[in-house]
C-alpha cells in the first residue's frame, strides 16, 4: 500500500514542460488528523441573503460594525437582516470602489470622485483642485488621494478643502500612481513600477515626505491589484522590464510568492486584464489567505499553511461546472459575525459558508490531481486506489459520484471512472477503484467531483503490483 500527496499535482503541455495541477475549489488545511500531515477540504459555499435592487456589488467594508457595500450607483448600508439602506449616488462605471474612514466619515472613492458619509448624510467633495480621485486612504487626520501623476491631501479641518500649495509627486521614476495603501500609519505610494513610502513630518506645505530608503524597486498593475497582507503590501506586478508576478513588500525588499505556475498563468492574460484583477486579503481560521482574483479564476496563497508545510500553498477557486470561469465572491468583510461577500454575476449579496459548496446555489466542480508515481523506471500495477475521505455529508437526497482518470504523459488522460461517494449520513462509505490498469514508465492519477460530493479528503491509497519490464 503507498500513500500518494494531494496538496499538488502535476501535468504537462505541448510545449516541453512539467506544470504544477492545483487542486481546484478544495482548500489545503495544514491540520494533522493522524491519516496525514493535511487535508483538503471543500471550498466554502457562497449563500445569497438578499437580492439588490440597485446593481452589482462593487466594494465593501465594516464601519462602526456596520456593513456598508457600493451596490451599482448606490452606497447603502446592509443591516445583519439583510435589508438595504440606500445613502447617496456615487456614480457607476463598472468598476471597483475604494473605501476607507476617519473617525466620524466614511469616504468612497467612485468614478473619479470622492464622497464622504457619516452613515446619514452623504455629500461629494467638488473642490477642483481636488482633480480625480484614482484612490484614497486615510492617515493621521488627512483623507489623502492621487490623480495618477500628484499626491494631494485635504485640510485637517476640512476634508471638503484641498489646498493646492500643498501637492507632491512620487519622482523616483516618471511610472503613474495606481494605488494607495497604509501600512503602520504610513502610506505606500504605489506606482507601476516602483513604490514608494511616505510619513506624515508636518510642516506648513505637504505633511508627508518620503522615507529614503524604503523604496521599492517594484510596482503594481493596477489600482485595486493591491492590499494589506500581514502587515505588509501585496501586490500583483513587477519591476521595468520584468514578467508580473504576486509579491509581498515591506522593509524595502519585495519577496515574489508566486510561483512558477502561477507565473505561467498570470502570462497568459494581458496587462489590461491583469490591470483590472483584485487582491483581497482574509484572515479567518488559522488560515491566511491572499485572493487573487482574475478574469475566469482566482488564485489563493495561503500564508499559513506555507508556513505550517515548508513550501507555498496555492489553490485555485472558480464558479464553473466545467473547465474555468469567474469566481462569484468579492469584497469579502468580516460583520455581523460572518464574512459577508457580492455576487460578480448577478446584484446578489450574501456570505460564506462551510456547510454547503455550492456558489450561489448552482454546483461547481472540483479536482484534485497526484504527483508523478514513479517506480524507479519500472512499471506497476494498480490493483487498487482509495480516498480516504469523510463521507456522509453530502446534500440530503442526493446520490454523488467521484471520477478517476489517469494519465501515462501529463497531457491525455483516459477515460473516467466513476464511484458513488454514499448518501447522506453514510460515514462509513468506503470510496474506492479496483483495477485501474498498469504503467510502463509513470503515471498521474486525477480526480474530479462537484458540490455534491461535499466531502473532505485526507489522503490517498494505491495498492501497487511492481512489475520488471
Given at each position: 500500500?503507498?500513500?500518494?500527496?494531494?496538496?499538488?499535482?502535476?501535468?504537462?503541455?505541448?510545449?516541453?514542460?512539467?506544470?504544477?495541477a492545483?487542486?481546484?475549489?478544495?482548500?489545503?488545511?495544514p491540520?494533522?488528523?493522524g491519516?496525514?500531515?493535511?487535508?483538503?477540504?471543500?471550498?466554502d459555499?457562497?449563500?445569497?441573503?438578499?437580492?439588490?435592487?440597485?446593481?452589482v456589488g462593487r466594494?465593501?467594508i465594516n464601519?462602526n460594525?456596520?456593513?456598508?457595500?457600493?451596490?451599482?450607483?448606490?452606497?447603502?448600508?446592509?443591516?445583519?437582516?439583510?435589508?438595504?439602506?440606500?445613502?447617496?449616488d456615487?456614480?457607476n462605471?463598472?468598476?471597483?470602489?475604494t473605501?476607507?474612514y476617519s473617525?466620524?466619515?466614511l469616504?468612497?472613492a467612485?468614478?473619479?470622485?470622492l464622497f464622504?458619509?457619516?452613515?446619514?448624510?452623504?455629500?461629494?467633495n467638488?473642490?477642483?483642485d481636488?482633480?480625480?480621485?484614482v484612490?484614497?486612504?486615510?492617515?493621521?487626520?488627512?483623507?489623502?488621494?492621487?490623480?495618477g501623476?500628484?499626491?494631494?491631501?485635504?485640510?485637517?479641518n476640512?476634508?471638503?478643502?484641498?489646498?493646492?500649495?500643498?501637492?507632491?509627486?512620487?519622482e523616483a521614476?516618471?511610472?503613474p500612481v495606481v494605488?494607495?495603501?497604509?501600512?503602520r500609519?504610513?502610506?505606500g505610494?504605489?506606482?507601476?513600477?516602483?513604490?514608494?513610502?511616505?510619513?506624515?513630518?508636518g510642516?506648513?506645505g505637504?505633511?508627508?515626505?518620503?522615507i529614503?530608503?524604503?523604496?521599492?524597486?517594484?510596482?503594481?498593475?493596477?489600482?485595486?491589484?493591491?492590499?494589506?497582507?500581514?502587515?505588509?503590501?501585496?501586490?500583483?506586478?513587477?519591476g521595468?522590464?520584468?514578467?508580473?508576478?504576486v509579491?509581498?513588500?515591506v522593509?524595502?525588499?519585495?519577496?515574489?510568492?508566486?510561483?512558477r505556475?502561477v507565473?505561467?498563468?498570470?502570462?497568459?492574460?494581458t496587462?489590461?486584464q491583469?490591470?483590472?484583477?483584485?487582491?483581497?486579503?482574509?484572515?479567518d481560521?488559522?488560515?491566511?489567505?491572499?485572493?487573487?482574483?482574475?478574469?475566469?479564476?482566482?488564485l489563493?496563497?495561503?500564508g499559513?499553511?506555507?508556513?505550517a508545510?515548508g513550501?507555498?500553498?496555492?489553490?485555485?477557486?472558480?464558479?464553473?461546472?466545467?473547465g474555468?470561469?469567474?469566481?462569484?465572491?468579492?469584497?469579502?468583510?468580516?460583520?455581523?459575525?460572518?464574512?459577508?461577500?457580492?455576487?460578480?454575476?448577478t446584484a446578489?449579496?450574501?456570505?460564506?459558508?462551510?456547510?454547503?459548496?455550492?456558489?450561489?446555489?448552482?454546483?461547481?466542480?472540483?479536482?484534485?490531481?497526484?504527483?508523478?508515481?514513479?517506480?524507479?523506471?519500472n512499471?506497476a500495477?494498480?490493483?487498487?486506489?482509495e480516498?480516504?475521505?469523510?463521507?456522509?455529508?453530502?446534500?440530503?437526497?442526493?446520490?454523488?459520484?467521484?471520477?478517476?482518470?489517469?494519465?501515462?504523459?501529463?497531457?491525455?488522460?483516459?477515460?473516467?471512472?466513476?464511484?458513488h461517494?454514499?448518501?447522506?449520513?453514510?460515514?462509513?462509505?468506503?470510496?474506492?477503484?479496483?483495477r485501474q490498469?498498469?504503467?510502463?514508465?509513470?503515471?498521474v492519477q486525477?480526480?474530479?467531483g462537484?458540490?455534491?460530493?461535499?466531502?473532505?479528503?485526507?489522503r490517498?491509497?494505491a495498492?501497487?503490483?511492481?512489475l520488471?519490464w
Open positions: 500500500m503507498a500513500a500518494i500527496p494531494l496538496l499538488a499535482g502535476i501535468y504537462t503541455t505541448t510545449a516541453p514542460n512539467f506544470r504544477t492545483y487542486p481546484v475549489n478544495m482548500v489545503p488545511t491540520t494533522p488528523t491519516i496525514s500531515e493535511a487535508y483538503l477540504r471543500p471550498g459555499g457562497l449563500v445569497a441573503t438578499a437580492q439588490s435592487p440597485y446593481g466594494g465593501g464601519w460594525g456596520a456593513l456598508y457595500r457600493v451596490l451599482g450607483s448606490k452606497l447603502v448600508r446592509i443591516d445583519a437582516l439583510g435589508n438595504v439602506h440606500v445613502i447617496g456615487v456614480g462605471d463598472g468598476k471597483p470602489v473605501f476607507d473617525f466620524d466619515l469616504a468612497v467612485s468614478c473619479g470622485n464622504y458619509s457619516n452613515g446619514t448624510t452623504f455629500v461629494q467638488v473642490d477642483p481636488l482633480g480625480t480621485v484612490d484614497v486612504v486615510w492617515v493621521d487626520g488627512y483623507f489623502f488621494t492621487t490623480d501623476e500628484f499626491l494631494v491631501v485635504t485640510e485637517l476640512d476634508p471638503l478643502q484641498v489646498n493646492p500649495l500643498k501637492y507632491a509627486s512620487s521614476d516618471p511610472d494605488a494607495l495603501l497604509k501600512v500609519n504610513e502610506v505610494v504605489l506606482n507601476r513600477y516602483t513604490i514608494e513610502v511616505f510619513d506624515n513630518v510642516g506648513v505637504f505633511p508627508f515626505q518620503r529614503e530608503g524604503a523604496q521599492i524597486m517594484k510596482g503594481c498593475v493596477g489600482t485595486h491589484a493591491c492590499c494589506v497582507y500581514q502587515e505588509a503590501m501585496a501586490f500583483l506586478g513587477g521595468r522590464n520584468e514578467a508580473p508576478g509579491y509581498i513588500g522593509n524595502a525588499t519585495a519577496q515574489k510568492i508566486s510561483t505556475e507565473d505561467e498563468i498570470l502570462a497568459t492574460y496587462e489590461a491583469l490591470a483590472s484583477a483584485v487582491l483581497e486579503a482574509r484572515n481560521r488559522a488560515h491566511e489567505f491572499l485572493y487573487v482574483h482574475l478574469p475566469d479564476r482566482t489563493v496563497f495561503d499559513s499553511a506555507s508556513k508545510l513550501a507555498p500553498v496555492w489553490f485555485i477557486l472558480t464558479s464553473a461546472l466545467q474555468f470561469a469567474t469566481y462569484r465572491a468579492r469584497w469579502f468583510v468580516w460583520a455581523y459575525d460572518g464574512w459577508q461577500i457580492a455576487d460578480t454575476a446578489a449579496f450574501g456570505r460564506t459558508t462551510q456547510d454547503v459548496s455550492t456558489h450561489w446555489g448552482s454546483r461547481v466542480r472540483w479536482e484534485l490531481t497526484t504527483p508523478i508515481v514513479y517506480n524507479e523506471g512499471g500495477i494498480f490493483n487498487e486506489l480516498l480516504i475521505a469523510l463521507p456522509g455529508s453530502v446534500p440530503f437526497g442526493t446520490d454523488p459520484v467521484i471520477s478517476t482518470s489517469y494519465s501515462l504523459d501529463g497531457l491525455s488522460w483516459s477515460i473516467d471512472h466513476a464511484v461517494v454514499g448518501s447522506y449520513a453514510q460515514r462509513q462509505h468506503r470510496i474506492a477503484w479496483r490498469g498498469f504503467m510502463k514508465r509513470f503515471r486525477r480526480f474530479q462537484d458540490s455534491w460530493a461535499h466531502i473532505p479528503v485526507a490517498l491509497e495498492t501497487l503490483e511492481p520488471a
